[in-house]
């Protein structure tokens, strides 16, 4: 069975302040995918990045950036210089090499970012 | 770009009224799903399609059907609703012919079940 936990329900900073989001994932699959997802306050769901299993590269996209330490079984989420328009729901997700599944994702509970101006 | 469409977006029913949720993608995607989002909980999947004409039960199936009615097509429906099914359902579709595709939402529709 495959499992993601977010340990930080809620984190709130003050704008400009760094927050580094965690998760950490279990799954026996030796060939994975990992995802973040934001859901801003209008509710939608949108899809911010997706990494292998194989790839352990650290990826940098403007503020956000992103660890993935396949030792530790974590994929952590770091927003730089925060916004007030990054205040959102962030989910982490994790699907298996499952084809003929159809790529079902496993979420975890959400870490709700309140970025205060 | 449409993308993925569900409707309604907002549906009052009352316990055991029954309803169906629809929901449409663009993409020609194969794979089709339909979670519920609860506070706290994150997303869990209900029901999903892998291709037209497969469906199957995900990690809280209980109290809903689907029908994927075609390629673009993935219904979730309520027989008999109770209150515990008070949640905000999303659908959403990906690729599926590969594996690790990232999945689409929809709006999602907030159903309120009294």
Sequence with gaps: AQKVTQAQTEISVVEKEDVTLDCVYETRDTTYYLFWYKQPPSGELVFLIRRNSFDEQNEISGRYSWNFQKSTSSFNFTITASQVVDSAVYFCALSGREKAAGNKLTFGGGTRVLVKP | ?114
């Excluded at chain 2, 770009?1 to 569900?6: L, S, W």
């Excluded at chain 2, 519920?36 to 029901?47: A, C, E, K, T, V």
């Excluded at chain 2, 515990?84 to 929809?106: D, E, I, L, M």
């Design chain 2, 1 to 114: 770009n449409a993308g993925v469409t569900q409707t309604p977006k907002f549906q009052v029913l009352k316990t055991g009224q029954s309803m169906t949720l629809q929901c449409a993608q663009d993409m020609n995607h194969n794979s089709m799903y339909w979670y519920r989002q609860d506070p706290g909980m994150g997303l869990r999947l209900i029901y999903y399609s892998a291709s037209e004409g497969t469906t199957d039960k995900g990690e809280v199936p209980n109290g809903y059907n689907v029908s994927r009615l075609n390629k673009r097509e993935f219904s979730l429906r309520l027989e008999s609703a109770a209150p515990s099914q008070t949640s905000v359902y999303f659908c959403a579709s990906s690729g599926g012919t590969v594996s690790g595709q990232p999945q689409h939402f929809g709006d999602g529709t907030r159903l309120s079940i009294l």
